[in-house]
Each structure stands twice: as C-alpha cells, then as structure tokens.
C-alpha cells in the first residue's frame, strides 16, 4: 500500500478535492460528502443531474450510521453477509442527509467496499467518500488511471493509481427493505 499517495488524496478530499480512486470493478470519483460545493463540482463534471443520488462507500458500517435511520437486528444481518463487498444497498436515509447525496430518494446508496485501497482512503479520511463512476456520462466507466486521465484529464484535484478489484460489472445495488435488485446480477 502506497501511503503517500493515499495522504495526498486524502489532502486533495480535505481542501474540498475530486479525486478518482480504484473500486471493485472501476475506477470511482469522490469527494467528501458533505462538502456541498465539491458534491455540486463532481455532479457538473459528469454532467450527472441532482436527482439520481449519489453513492457512498465507507470502510466500516460505522461510518456510513451518521446518515441512515436506525436498523433493525435483521437489517444489520442482511448487510453483514454482503460486507465488505460489492453490493451496494439503498437504506432508509435519516431527514438530517442532505439532497445533494440522496437525490429525489428517501433512501441513500451505501456500501462498505473490499477495495484494500478505496478502504484505506475511506479510514485515512475519516468518513465515507462519494463514489461514483469515473466517466463523463454516456461514456464507459475507466477501468485504468490512464483511462481516466483520458477522459477526466485535468478536472480532477488527483488520481490514486492503483489496480481495479476483480469485478467485472459495476456492483450490484438492492433495496433494503425488499431485498429488489435495482442493478447487476
């Protein structure tokens, strides 16, 4: 693990940064979630509407109870065989998470990623990271820094190289609540 390079990103998070990381599958851009302008910034840059929400990864459940209701022993279960791992969930959102992360949704997109590297930035910064493709949209999701710096170039604040997991598709997303696949498999 490169730690001068995860201090640098977590620096560029901190003054408010884009950074792009690798995930499971792709490589993600991220930003500190409740950094409104930086939210704002990464939405413009993917040409991404408000509405659809946005997705945070975290590097522990804790991290990511700030911004959700309280579960239930048997949501907490469900989550458990997951986690760490590729499947996002969309959890009931406490009233106190902001619009620009949750969208039109009364629930958030969260996950606690295996990525040893998005996983050590999570816990370098102290809290989750917005995470979403990095491609502009209608174009594929970079699976390599350099297709990143090809399609992104110089409008991030910094890109933490390093190798993609072994997922093929973007991770699968399910409701909480019924256990519907919204995304993958």
Known sequence: MDWLRVRAATEAVRA????AYPT????????DPLDERAVHRLLALKRRPIHKG???????????????QPLTLADQARLA????????WLIPARSTTPRWLRGQHDTLAVRVTAHPL???????CGHPLVSTSANL???PPARSALAVRRQ??????????????????PTEIRELRTE???RGA
């Open 54 to 68: 946005l997705i945070l990864i975290a590097a522990s459940f804790e991290q990511l109870s700030c911004f959700l």
């Open 118 to 124: 998005a996983a050590a930035l999570c816990r370098a």
């Open 180 to 182: 519907r696949l919204v």
């Open 16 to 19: 408010g940064g884009i950074i």
């Open 24 to 31: 499971e599958a792709v490589f993600g851009l991220g930003c």
């Open 137 to 139: 949209s209608g174009r």
């Open 81 to 88: 065989t997951t986690w760490p791992g590729p499947c996002t």
């Open 152 to 169: 992104l170039g110089q409008r991030i604040d910094y890109l933490l190289v390093g190798p993609v997991g072994g997922a093929l598709k």
